[in-house]
C-alpha cells in the first residue's frame, strides 16, 4: 500500500516549456487535490476533483490544467511554465473514514519544480 | 478573507522539553480545525482533528486544544525527541474541499 505517489520528484523546466506532473493513489479515495507551497506560505489549492469526472478550481488556479484520468490517477498541467510557477507540488486524496464526520486527507512526497 | 496565523514562526528546544505552538484563525464558515506534521522534503502528515464540539485532543505526545470562540488553537510537545523536529501546520477547514493552512512553526529540538 503506497498511499499517494507522485512523479517526477524534481523537475527544471525553462520558461514556456510545457509538462505534466503525475499522481496517484491506491487507497481508493473518491476525492483529490493538487497544492502548491512556496516558502513563508501555507499550501494553496490549485484544483481539485471530488469524485471521478469531476474537477474544480481552487484558489490559485491560473496557468494549470488538470485531468481526473480515472479514480486513481489526477494530472497536473503547465502548458507554458514561467518563474512565478516555481514551487513545490504537493498532491493529496481523501475520504471518509468510518465513523467520522469529516476527510482526512493524505498527502503525497511532493514534486520540487524550478522554472528558469 | 481566510486567514490562519501561527506563531512562533521557528523555535528551538532542547530534547525532552516541552513546547507550545499557537495559532489564531478568521476562517468562516467553521468545520474543523487540523494540526499536521511536516518532515523536510516531506508531504504533511495529519497529527489531529478537532470539530467544533471538540476542545482538546490527543496523539500521543501531542496535545491540540481548541476554542472556538476566541478562535484559537494551540498543539503542545510534551518530551520533546529529535525526530519532532519538523514544521508543524494548523489547518482550518470550512467544507470537505477547501482548507486554509497556516505558514507553520519550524520546530527544531536539539540533543
Known sequence: NAGVTQTPKFQVLKTGQSMTLQCAQDMNHNSMYWYRQDPGMGLRLIYYSASEGTTDKGEVPNGYNVSRLNKREFSLRLESAAPSQTSVYFCASSEYLDGLSYNEQFFGPGTRLTVL | ?111
Open chain 2, 1 to 111: 478573507k481566510n486567514q490562519v496565523e501561527q506563531s512562533p514562526q521557528s523555535l528551538i528546544i532542547l530534547e525532552g522539553k516541552n513546547c507550545t505552538l499557537q495559532c489564531n484563525y478568521t476562517v468562516s464558515p467553521f468545520s474543523n480545525l487540523r494540526w499536521y506534521k511536516q518532515d523536510t522534503g516531506r508531504g504533511p502528515v495529519s497529527l489531529t482533528i478537532m470539530t467544533f464540539s471538540e476542545n482538546t485532543k490527543s496523539n500521543g505526545r501531542y496535545t491540540a486544544t481548541l476554542d472556538a470562540d476566541t478562535k484559537q488553537s494551540s498543539l503542545h510537545i510534551t518530551a520533546s525527541q529529535l525526530s519532532d523536529s519538523a514544521s508543524y501546520i494548523c489547518v482550518v477547514s470550512s467544507n470537505d474541499y477547501k482548507l486554509s493552512f497556516g505558514a507553520g512553526t519550524t520546530v527544531t529540538v536539539r540533543a
